[in-house]
Structures are given as structure tokens and as C-alpha cells.
């Protein structure tokens, strides 16, 4: 089975136009999309598969921070009619791995009731393995979830978003949940610089696909807009895309929120030759997607002001001034119910709970050592993360033009 074909710049991406997750129309586009891309049943027979979809946080699905379980019933009835050797269901959010916290993941998120009726059981192995990444250009090696790492297939399950830290979540982010819990905040703290984090994230996708034969699907019937990838605003696109190059799918993601050539991630890919330049010298099959593009798609707040001004600031000094520049998380006093999910989540062990004056307790970011991640923002419960911009980059950006 020749697995590099994922890597080629000219691998299609189907792209079906949904308008809502109506299940007989899911299960269409689902079937189409697989044979648009060569995927068949005889590929499948005897493999160990694993669906990985993207479960970032304990949300029911018309939030749209989630994978919708339309798009994995319909993926699952497919399952069911191949003679595959094991069909797993396997994540890992962005909390702790554990077995109690997939099974509230699984419950809230409509996962098990997805899974019901079907071959494919839920994953509660909570082990991992180290994979070493040869090909890798700034990571080497990464702590893999064991359901992943042995799997002949996979089945990457994402949904589009906009994300404060990489502008968008698509196919590519998506594999971030591979790697497991707690070890997310590790990477982010050895990968706090922008640039490196996302080369990471290619490094990583790369690897997953060379390793595996990956099928990539992107929920974007409904994405999410603002600050995503889990505190934004549902917002319809109304498409369904498959690819076997999560690459170029993520090309076509881009150009459907109106911000091409914006996605860090993308923009590294291409200068690696995974993806072409443009959205337009994709191949693409079924419907067009040009029609389905949201000129108004809102931006999250990290990337929505003095975007140029962010981009050539790294140059400026040395970058010695790029840190101080960069939007910051803030607690809101106001709503901060003190549950400390931030404080558990910062890979930097920047917030504090401290006591309030009415005894309560409350979180604080102290800024020096924050690498600005933004998982507090992403991980709070009740949205009560904002994302600070300096007044001071409307002036550098002025002055830019």
C-alpha cells in the first residue's frame, strides 16, 4: 500500500456541499468522498483502524467546537461493511488522559451514542508510545497515543475553526490530539515560539501520514468563527471535504474562511512541497467550492488586528521586542469562577489561584513567563479567558505602511 501518495501536492480534495448534518445525506457524502479519494473496501480488510476525531473539549455538538457524530455514523456504517481486523474510536482532548475523562468526553461530546450500533469500540487505553520522527524538521520524535501508533489506517476526523494561536483548526491541528493529555502542554512549552510550534505540527502530520495509510476528513458544515478553537460562535460553511493530504485540504480551509495564505501551518507546508501555493491549483472533485467561501468570517482576536504589524516584528531588533508585542490572555475578574481548569492546563505554570476579598478564589496570569499558548483561553470551561491586543502595534503598523 503506498502511503506517500498522501504527499502529493496533487492529490485531490473532495469537497460536498452539505447545508445541514442530515444523516442519509452525511452518509452519501461520505461514500462518495472515499472513492473519490481511492479508498476501498479491500484496502481495509485485515487493518487495525482508528478514527481520530477532534474532541478538544467536553461540548455537545451544536456548540461546533467538536467533530459532529453525523460525520462519524456515517463513517462507521462505511466501517462496518469492510473486514477490518479492529475499528477504534480514539482521542485525546486537551485535559488529562485518563479513563474517567474520555468517558465524559465521549458521553457530552455524542460520540458513544454515535459509536452505538457499530463495530467500532471506544478507546480507554490511556498508554502511549515514542515514535521517532527521522523526517522531522523541528521535532524528531513524539509521544503518540497507543491506539494511533499501532494503526495500519487512519481516519482523521476534524472540524473546521478559527484558533487564536494557528488561525485555523483543520486537518492538520487536528493530529495535535494524538499526542497524549498532559504531553500537549510539554510541546508547547519546548515549542513556545510561533514559528516553531507550527513547523512541529507539519512535522508531526507528516509523520502520522507516512506511517499510516490517512484518510482526512473536515467537518465544515458548521465551523466556528471568533476565538476558537472552543470560545467562538458557530457559523454555517455548509461543506464537507476529504482529502489525502491533510495539506491541501487545509488549503482549501483557508481559502474558505477568507484568509489564504494566514494559517502558519499551511504556509510551511508549502514551502516544504506538501501543498501548492494557491487554493485554485488544487484538484479538486465534486461540488465547487469557491461558492461556499465566508468573505466575512470572523477572525479571532489574535490575528483579527495589526496582523502585518505581527508579521514583521520578529525582524525588528533582533525580535527582541516580538514578545512584548504579542496579544496576551487576561483573566475576566468578573466571570472567573476560580475552578483552576487554567491553571492545570498552562504548560508554564504562569496562573495562580488567589484569594479574593470575599474569600472566593480566582485565577492570575503572570505575564513574564507566559509563552502566550493560549490554553488557558482554549480550555477554559466558561469562557472567561480574554485575549489582550497592545495599543501600541496600531502605531507600529501605521508607521509599517
Same mark, same amino acid.
Given at each position: ?84 481486523? /479492529? ?46 520522527? =527521522? ?57 513556545? /515560539? ?8 507539519? /512535522? ?14 473536515? /467537518? ?13 460562535? =458557530? ?91 504579542? =496579544? ?38 503572570? =505575564? ?34
Amino acid at each position: 500500500m503506498d502511503t506517500n501518495v498522501s504527499f502529493s501536492p496533487e492529490a485531490p480534495v473532495f469537497v460536498a456541499r452539505l447545508d445541514d448534518y442530515d444523516q442519509d445525506r452525511m452518509d452519501k457524502a461520505v461514500l462518495d468522498a472515499l472513492s473519490a479519494v481511492g479508498v476501498t473496501r479491500e484496502q481495509l480488510a485485515g487493518k487495525r483502524v482508528a478514527v481520530k476525531p477532534n474532541l478538544v473539549m467536553k461540548k455537545d455538538c451544536d456548540a461546533a467546537v467538536t467533530t459532529h457524530p453525523a460525520l462519524l455514523r456515517a463513517l462507521l456504517s462505511f466501517l462496518d461493511t469492510c473486514d477490518c481486523a /479492529d475499528v477504534v474510536i480514539a482521542e485525546s482532548s486537551g485535559g488529562p488522559y485518563t479513563e474517567s475523562a474520555l468517558k465524559s468526553t465521549y458521553r457530552v461530546c455524542g460520540i458513544e451514542a454515535a459509536a452505538e450500533g457499530h463495530r467500532a469500540h471506544l478507546n480507554y487505553d490511556v498508554s502511549s508510545e515514542t515514535v521517532s520522527a =527521522p523526517d522531522g524538521k523541528t521535532s524528531k520524535n513524539f509521544e503518540i497515543i497507543t491506539p494511533i501508533a499501532k494503526a495500519d489506517v487512519i481516519f482523521n476526523l476534524s472540524k473546521l475553526k478559527s484558533h487564536s494561536l494557528t488561525r485555523m483548526s483543520g486537518a492538520v491541528k487536528n493530529t495535535f490530539g494524538t499526542i497524549p493529555g498532559l504531553t500537549k502542554f510539554e510541546f508547547h512549552a519546548r515549542f513556545s /515560539d510561533y514559528a516553531d510550534f507550527n513547523s512541529m505540527i507539519v /512535522d508531526l502530520s507528516s509523520l502520522l501520514h507516512r506511517r499510516a495509510l490517512t484518510v482526512d476528513f473536515c /467537518d465544515a458544515v458548521v465551523g466556528m468563527e471568533g476565538n476558537g478553537p472552543t470560545g467562538g460562535t =458557530p457559523r454555517k460553511i455548509g461543506a464537507l471535504l476529504c482529502s489525502r493530504n491533510p495539506f491541501c485540504l487545509d488549503r482549501i480551509g483557508e481559502a474558505l474562511l477568507a484568509c489564504p495564505h494566514e494559517v502558519p501551518m499551511v504556509v510551511e507546508a508549502e514551502k516544504r512541497g506538501f501543498c501548492p501555493a494557491s487554493a485554485d491549483e488544487i484538484k479538486t472533485t465534486g461540488d465547487d467550492w469557491h461558492p461556499l467561501i465566508v468573505s466575512d468570517f470572523a477572525a479571532p482576536d489574535t490575528a483579527r488586528k495589526h496582523r502585518n504589524a505581527l508579521q514583521w516584528l520578529p525582524t525588528l531588533f533582533g525580535g527582541s521586542l516580538y514578545r512584548w508585542f504579542r =496579544p496576551r490572555p487576561k483573566i475576566r475578574k468578573k466571570t472567573c469562577i476560580g475552578c483552576g481548569e487554567c491553571v492545570r492546563s498552562c504548560p508554564v505554570h504562569t496562573i495562580t489561584l488567589e484569594k479574593r476579598k470575599d474569600g472566593k478564589k480566582q485565577a492570575l496570569i503572570h =505575564p513574564g513567563p507566559c509563552i502566550r499558548c493560549f490554553c488557558c483561553q482554549e480550555l477554559c470551561p466558561i469562557h472567561s479567558v480574554d485575549i489582550v491586543k497592545n495599543p501600541i502595534l496600531a502605531i507600529l503598523a501605521g508607521l509599517r505602511r
